[in-house]
């Protein structure tokens, strides 16, 4: 999965603004205690950190 796939799906998941917040925030066992921002930084895939974002968020099958 591409960068621009993964902000797009973030984007559709929870708005342009929010998203940001989310990526920056919102910390995540799913990723060993880091946010998306961290996780993407320290080098796990897009597609990676994407599963983790699914497996914590109520996202619809069609962003899945």
Do not use: C
Request: net charge negative; glycine share 6%; hydrophobic share 45%.
């Amino acid at each position: 999965m591409r960068l621009t796939l993964f902000w797009d799906r973030m984007n559709q998941q929870f708005g342009e603004h929010y998203a940001e917040s989310v990526a920056k925030d919102y910390v995540m066992a799913e990723l060993g205690g880091r946010t998306i921002d961290q996780a993407l930084a320290d080098g796990e895939s897009a597609k990676q950190v994407w599963q983790a974002v699914v497996a914590t968020f109520d996202v619809p099958a069609t962003l899945q």
